[in-house]
């Protein structure tokens, strides 16, 4: 009887087996693993930061649809450039993943080849939104702009005429509230700022309103932080007995638009960051790996590391 009862477990797991096919029985012994890069080490110019709106009736609605973002540096002593943080920064690389199986003595690539070229990936935006310490108030600006030419046909819409307003006619009086709301602060490479648009208050020329006039950005679009254009990670089932290589190279220079080279150091420190990258199986970070999961900051560098499924 004792024989029986310990013999049952094997008997119902070779019945559970019995009943599973061939690709139940695979994934049972496999492992999920992700793969995905950072670039870290680094920092980036702090702002206080407000939505800015057009607001003549203080309905919280802009009057001309947009809502521009505000910048204005926190500065480490007053009349010094912005203050800088650490943050991981968008930085674009190439990708190669590689599986050695079980049955085999050479690595056969499993990331498409579009992985490789380095412009198709790019690492995370900084996502940093902090509120401690910001407690800087603006108090509403209200604008008034004045024609003093006479009506031509580029100020039709403006004087509600229509094309063959008279040349002794003049424009009326345009009146603009600006208003700060929403305050907190973020850092240069936070992709809210590096995709603010355009600051009205800047065209004005009504003197410097913060660090850079108050330009949130001037910076082009990367594109979305992914990974051959893809969100997520990459993702792969390791069969048991298989190795993973994973290599990875850091593009040579920012990319386009993300550092001003008109203002000494730009949004990023001199120095540039490092690659790294974030493996898990089965939803668990592993560190134990052959190899370097990081790599240096010198321009170019990369990180190369392989992990074995028992």
Request: aromatic share 8%; charged share 15%; glycine share 8%.
């Amino acid at each position: 009887m004792r024989f029986a009862a310990r013999l049952a477990p094997v008997v119902l797991l070779a019945v559970s087996l019995a009943g599973c096919d061939k690709a139940q029985i695979a994934q049972l012994q496999s492992q999920t693993v992700t793969v995905s890069m950072t670039a870290t080490n680094t920092d980036a110019w702090l702002f206080n930061v407000w939505d800015l709106i057009d607001d003549v009736n203080k309905d919280n609605v802009p009057d001309d649809g947009m809502v521009h973002l505000f910048c204005e540096s926190v500065p480490v002593t007053i009349g010094q450039p912005p203050r800088k943080i650490p943050v991981v920064a968008p930085w674009q690389y190439s990708l190669r993943v590689s599986v050695l199986r079980a049955d085999s003595n050479e690595f056969e690539q499993i990331s498409d080849d579009i992985y490789l070229n380095q412009f198709s990936n790019l690492t995370p935006y900084d996502d940093q939104v902090l509120f401690g310490g910001n407690t800087a108030r603006k108090d509403d600006l209200p604008i008034t702009d004045t024609v003093g030419s006479t009506c031509s046909v580029t100020m039709t819409q403006a004087c509600a005429v229509d094309a063959d307003c008279p040349g002794t006619e003049t424009c009326p009086p345009t009146t603009h509230l600006y208003r700060w709301t929403n305050a907190r602060q973020m850092t240069a490479l936070h992709r809210s700022v590096v995709l603010a648009t355009s600051n009205p208050l800047s065209d004005r020329d009504l003197g410097t309103y913060g660090f850079r006039n108050g330009l949130c950005s001037v910076s082009t679009d990367p594109g979305p932080a992914s990974l051959a254009g893809a969100p997520g990670a990459f993702t792969f089932e390791l069969g048991k007995g298989e190795t993973i290589k994973v290599e990875a190279r850091k593009a040579v220079g920012a990319p386009q638009g993300l550092i001003d080279d008109s203002i000494p150091a730009g949004p990023l420190t001199t120095t540039e960051p490092a690659l790294s990258a974030q493996f898990t199986v089965d939803g668990i970070t592993v560190t134990s790996v052959g190899g370097n999961t990081g790599s240096e900051t010198v321009p170019g560098a990369g990180l190369s590391f392989f992990y074995s499924s028992r």
